[in-house]
T-cell receptor
Framework: QKEVEQDPGPLSVPEGAIVSLNCTYS??????FMWYRQYSRKGPELLMY????GNKEDGRFTAQVDKSSKYISLFIRDSQPSDSATYLC????????????FGAGTRLFVKA | GAVVSQHPSWVICKSGTSVKIECRSL??????MFWYRQFPKQSLMLMAT?????????EQGVEKDKFLINHASLTLSTLTVTSAHPEDSSFYIC?????????FGAGTRLSVL
């Protein structure tokens, strides 16, 4: 079993839809939960990060962490064609030297 | 926000030559930087962890003599692909860690002819 599981998609939605992206994980020591967006032939860009449990909102993006279920989500409201990209979840622990583990990435296509 | 600069963005070289890629943290100090390789439509593959002032830690299967990493300061790490061959053609991405969060460079596309 991988430490982090993420459905690679592709996920195709119409413009304006609400998008839900998810990851599950197995290591209960993870404390930092990140979402990155990667456009083709570019480096990943940090969208949001959350420490421990709870929700965080930034504009059209909402990140949720449910540590009891070992499940994290990223919601995109009013999706736009410019949101078309690969979204990677990532997790790390609290102690020095703790590796960051990345999900495989979900490819999202938002159709105009 | 934390900014990581990676240079060059694209390099073409002849087989047998060496190529150096630079990764700089512009507005923070990074004790630890990372080097990744990414093939088309695939996820990030960690190659090595670069620690300032000490030797890099390479992942299993990565040739340390081919991929030389130097972390000379708290803001600069370099990856040198030595004696490059066409199979080394790929997208290389660096990241720098601050407060348990990694920030990535824009990546370097290496094409070896």
């Amino acid at each position: 079993q991988k430490e982090v599981e993420q459905d690679p998609g592709p996920l195709s939605v119409p413009e304006g839809a609400i998008v839900s992206l998810n990851c599950t994980y197995s290591n209960s020591a993870f404390q930092y939960f990140m979402w990155y967006r990667q456009y083709s032939r570019k480096g990943p860009e940090l969208l949001m990060y959350t420490y421990s449990s709870g929700n965080k909102e930034d504009g059209r993006f909402t990140a949720q962490v449910d540590k009891s279920s070992k499940y994290i989500s990223l919601f995109i409201r009013d999706s736009q064609p410019s949101d078309s990209a690969t979204y990677l979840c990532a997790m790390s622990g609290n102690t020095g030297g703790f590796k960051t583990i990345f999900g495989a990435g979900t490819r999202l296509f938002v159709k105009a | 926000g934390a900014v990581v600069s990676q240079h060059p963005s694209w390099v073409i070289c002849k087989s047998g030559t060496s190529v150096k890629i630079e990764c700089r943290s512009l507005d923070f100090q990074a004790t630890t930087m990372f080097w990744y390789r990414q093939f088309p439509k695939q996820s990030l593959m960690l190659m090595a962890t670069s620690n300032e002032g000490s030797k890099a830690t390479y992942e299993q299967g990565v040739e340390k003599d081919k991929f030389l990493i130097n972390h000379a300061s708290l803001t600069l790490s370099t990856l040198t692909v030595t004696s490059a061959h066409p199979e080394d053609s790929s997208f290389y991405i660096c990241s720098a860690d601050t407060l348990n969060i990694q920030y990535f460079g824009a990546g370097t596309r290496l094409s070896v002819l």
